[in-house]
């Protein structure tokens, strides 16, 4: 009786998966090759040079200060993070993972604080690049003051006593979106418990902006000192 030698290599659930899918891209007319080749070659290339940006980034501003890096509720923290940030296309997105990775290296896990990361991650996972711009934006200002979120004469966040509708001025940098979209997140901002906002103005605008308080807890984590008004 001949002797054959078995093959031992069993692909395993998730191998075969890829694999089926991966037939089905490459099986779509005049697209499919280029598909293939965007997802399972230039796609993982651009995810991967993603986080090791971040990673860099982050390394570099700790340089040698004292952190919890090597604690396991930061490894845990990074299991969760960087599949989010491997997928996170827009700039806006990647800097508010960056700014959350880079603050939780600084903060003992044994405190009370550390509880809000997962929230953060979560809430920057959900969120557009718009949303997240006008929460960071927001964040460094003077929350003793009403802020106004107003339409022009481009989108900007500025101080309501020193904003005048009869003539408006560009008081501080304009958020690069348009002006619908931003509308639109600011009302689901308010919906998610996020922000809260006074009143909305028929002209384009939102008066006397403010976190929440599950805001103020979550939005801290995802900005840094790089942040300006």
């Given at each position: 009786m001949?002797k054959?030698?078995?093959?031992?290599?069993?692909?395993?659930?998730?191998?075969?998966l890829?694999?089926?899918g991966?037939a089905?891209?490459?099986?779509i007319p005049?697209?499919?090759?280029?598909?293939d080749q965007?997802?399972?070659g230039?796609?993982a290339?651009?995810r991967?040079?993603?986080?090791?940006k971040?990673l860099?980034e982050i390394?570099?501003?700790?340089?040698?200060?004292?952190?919890?890096?090597?604690?396991e509720?930061y490894a845990?923290?990074?299991?969760?993070v960087?599949?989010k940030l491997?997928r996170a296309t827009?700039?806006?997105?990647?800097?508010?993972f960056?700014?959350?990775?880079?603050?939780?290296?600084a903060?003992?896990?044994?405190?009370?604080?550390?509880?809000?990361t997962?929230l953060?991650?979560?809430?920057?996972?959900?969120?557009?690049?718009?949303?997240?711009?006008v929460?960071a934006?927001?964040f460094?200002?003077?929350n003793?003051?009403?802020?106004?979120f107003?339409?022009?004469?481009?989108p900007q966040?500025?101080y309501?006593e020193?904003?005048?509708w009869?003539?408006p001025?560009?008081?501080?940098p304009a958020i690069?979106y348009?002006?619908?979209?931003?509308?639109?997140?600011m009302?689901?901002l308010k919906?998610r418990?996020?922000l809260?906002?006074?009143?909305h103005?028929?002209?384009?605008?939102f008066g006397?902006i403010e976190f929440?308080?599950?805001g103020q807890t979550?939005?801290a984590?995802?900005?840094d000192?790089?942040?300006?008004?």
């Amino acid at each position: 009786m001949s002797k054959h030698k078995q093959d031992t290599s069993v692909l395993n659930p998730n191998e075969e998966l890829l694999n089926v899918g991966q037939a089905i891209i490459k099986s779509i007319p005049w697209i499919g090759t280029a598909l293939d080749q965007m997802i399972f070659g230039r796609l993982a290339e651009l995810r991967l040079q993603r986080i090791e940006k971040t990673l860099r980034e982050i390394g570099e501003a700790l340089g040698d200060s004292k952190n919890f890096v090597d604690s396991e509720e930061y490894a845990n923290l990074l299991e969760v993070v960087l599949p989010k940030l491997a997928r996170a296309t827009g700039e806006a997105k990647r800097e508010r993972f960056r700014s959350l990775l880079l603050n939780a290296a600084a903060q003992d896990p044994a405190g009370q604080e550390w509880a809000a990361t997962s929230l953060a991650a979560d809430l920057v996972a959900e969120l557009d690049d718009p949303a997240l711009f006008v929460l960071a934006r927001l964040f460094v200002f003077d929350n003793s003051k009403d802020v106004d979120f107003v339409s022009l004469p481009s989108p900007q966040l500025v101080y309501s006593e020193s904003f005048d509708w009869q003539s408006p001025d560009q008081l501080t940098p304009a958020i690069p979106y348009a002006w619908p979209v931003l509308e639109e997140w600011m009302w689901r901002l308010k919906e998610r418990r996020i922000l809260t906002f006074k009143s909305h103005d028929a002209r384009g605008g939102f008066g006397g902006i403010e976190f929440t308080a599950l805001g103020q807890t979550v939005i801290a984590w995802i900005v840094d000192e790089g942040d300006v008004a």
